[in-house]
């Protein structure tokens, strides 16, 4: 299983870093996000995949799961969604402003 | 367990929020954020004297043990920085109330600046990895919005570059995080010391440190620096001035934290490499200060040269080298902010940033002249002025450790800063006066305030070294032994 997950954080971080290396910002921000999904499957990973109850006082028969990662999914997870809005938002704006989504043309404008 | 540790992270957090409210109301916006900075000041001040008398002081919080709960460290070094921070902060929002404009100040630029200060006081002070990540998170969404907000072509071209750039180091840390948790089970600092200490530093936790290394080299333009001269440039004076302060000041502080107190038993691989990058950026800082003549570019390659000369006091690793870098660390943020706030007005008062444009200004401002000056002597590092015994004691310690070629490089490129401030201070100050009183498209009304305050303090700063010098071997003492940090997070209770 680990094995499995690790190929398709590999694929993860192939797909965003290609989208990211590309020309037009929406791709980019694609990229990013799903980048992030790689990183959260990792972390998720890295914890260990176990078949686990939850770490609770009164189940003493189960193997517990280790809780922590997901905890750490969550606050990442959030702080992502608040970013990629964030981007969003902001490369639309600089669409307007600019007049182009293509990051090669949006340089070159420097004294304006 | 000392429930102050938290409120500089608090104050401005709940006084933003409360800020988002009254969002019509700026004249509440200007007291409250000043406030509220003032506060976390004293805070820090009195941190600083608890640390003195008792140690390091710790806060679980909600009660939970570590390496289980959440805790919050304030050694000395984390409660000078929250002090220094909170000078600077107060200094960048007396000079927005004047200059920043109704625009972005309807668009709650105080509660976003406060947010700002939060993630920095916040990095400051946690012990826990993660929660690093989380502090950084909060301190860099509100510094896009600062660096964005207004809106003009450079500044959305720029911050595009900066969001991107940051996110993309954000996966990077978090990918660092995931692989340092399988390794050692923990991430709370003081515990990662000890589970470190105790397996021994293998290549592969060498590797996650090099990678944070990496990480962390792009939040304070430690070689990695490709995105800040543009990013710099372009927000506004007073947020360019915080930014220059603090941001790249936070990343400094994690890299010294993670190398004095998790990954200090390789210093032959990863302070080497500290030390080499240390070099290479101070030497394209100095470059780039000495290539340009536009004063914006010229003191964000300023920026950078402070980086490298901070991180070489690192790369000795001796006491004398670190005792340097607090100085200087101290010494940088004061200062960083002081000349971006003089070149800001400066810009302000000619209406260019050019300096082949501008001349004789020292005829209708002597104070402004003369503090430039100031500001670009004690950038230089020359005695009696705060730069000075940082300069000193790094060079000592870079060649006590054997580091020849970093000392000599530091004091080189040290010259070549000079030079190009004083490259400022010529153009811009000497010469025939073209523009009359009536014809700048500025003024300097209310904004020579902070900038006063600040040249002060970096004078103060240079003569009273005396006077902090107790805090400061405070400060080396709890870096260059872990061991105290340790005893303080798990209160002498055995690891588990």
């Not at chain 2, 995931?178 to 293998?202: D, F, K, M």
């Not at chain 2, 004063?295 to 340097?324: H, R």
Request: charged share 10%; aromatic share 12%.
């Amino acid at each position: 299983m680990e094995t499995l997950m690790s190929l398709l954080v590999g694929l993860f971080f192939t797909i965003g870093t290609y989208l990211i290396l590309t020309k037009s910002l929406l791709r980019i921000i694609l990229g990013t996000s799903i980048i992030s999904h790689g990183v959260h499957l990792l972390i998720l990973t890295m914890g260990g995949l176990k078949t686990g109850g939850p770490p609770l006082l009164g189940l003493q028969d189960l193997p517990f799961t280790d809780a922590l990662p997901q905890a750490l999914i969550l606050t990442a997870i959030v702080i992502n969604f608040a970013t990629t809005a964030l981007f969003l938002v902001l490369s639309y704006r600089a669409y307007k402003v600019l007049g182009t989504d293509d990051t090669d043309q949006m340089r070159g404008n420097h004294d304006e | 367990m000392n429930n102050l540790i938290i409120l500089p992270i608090i104050i401005p957090l709940i006084t933003g929020m409360v800020m988002v409210i009254f969002r019509r109301n700026i004249k509440l916006h200007k007291m409250f954020s000043l406030i509220a900075l003032s506060a976390s000041g004293i805070i820090a001040v009195m941190l600083m004297g608890e640390n003195k008398n008792d140690g390091i002081q710790t806060l679980h919080l909600g009660g939970w043990q570590p390496p289980f709960g959440v805790s919050m460290v304030a050694d000395m070094f984390s409660s000078m920085l929250l002090l220094t921070t909170s000078i600077v902060a107060v200094c960048c929002l007396l000079y927005a109330f004047r200059s920043i404009g109704e625009e972005r100040e309807r668009h709650y630029f105080y509660p976003l600046f406060l947010f700002l200060i939060t993630g920095v006081n916040g990095s400051f002070i946690t012990g826990d990895l993660f929660n690093l990540f989380v502090c950084f998170e909060v301190m860099l969404i509100s510094s896009y919005v600062l660096i964005s907000l207004g809106g003009t072509k450079v500044q959305l071209r720029e911050s595009i570059k900066y969001v991107l750039t940051n996110i993309i180091s954000s996966f990077l840390f978090l990918v660092a995080i995931a692989y340092i948790y399988a390794i050692t089970g923990t991430l709370n600092l003081a515990h990662l010391s000890v589970r470190v200490a105790e397996t021994g530093q293998s290549g592969l936790l060498t590797i996650i440190s090099i990678l944070l290394l990496v990480i962390f080299s792009l939040k304070a333009a430690l070689f990695l620096f490709f995105w800040l001269p543009g990013s710099y440039s372009a927000p506004p004076v007073a947020v360019a001035a915080v930014f220059a302060a603090l941001l790249t000041k936070v990343g400094i502080y994690a890299i010294f934290r993670l190398f004095t107190l998790v990954f200090y038993h390789e210093p032959q691989v990863t302070h080497l490499l500290i030390g080499i990058l240390g070099a290479a950026t101070m030497i394209l800082g100095a470059i780039g200060a000495v290539a340009y003549w536009d004063i914006k570019n010229i003191l964000a390659y300023n920026v950078i040269i402070g980086v490298g000369f901070i991180i070489a006091g690192l790369a000795s690793f001796s006491i004398e080298g670190v005792t340097g870098s607090v100085y200087y660390i101290i010494h940088d943020i004061i200062v960083k902010a002081l000349i971006f706030l003089l070149g800001g007005t400066i810009i302000s008062l000619t209406g260019t940033g050019k300096l082949k444009d501008m001349s004789g200004l020292i005829r209708n401002h002597p104070y402004l002249g003369w503090m430039f000056f100031i500001a670009a002597l004690s950038l230089a590092g020359i005695p009696p002025l705060s730069g000075f015994l940082g300069k000193v004691f790094i060079t000592q310690g870079t060649f006590e450790a054997g580091y020849y070629w970093l000392g000599g490089i530091g004091l080189l490129t040290s010259l070549m800063a000079l030079y190009s401030v004083i490259k400022i201070f010529m153009n811009c100050f000497w010469g025939e006066t073209y523009l009359s009183e009536d014809m700048e498209s500025g003024t300097t009304k209310g904004v020579m305030v902070p900038i006063a305050c600040l040249s002060l303090l970096t004078i103060l700063l240079g003569l009273g070294a005396e006077g902090i010098s107790a805090y400061t071997e405070l400060a080396v003492k709890t870096l260059m032994n872990p061991e105290f940090y340790i005893h303080a997070v798990f209160g002498g209770q055995t690891t588990p």
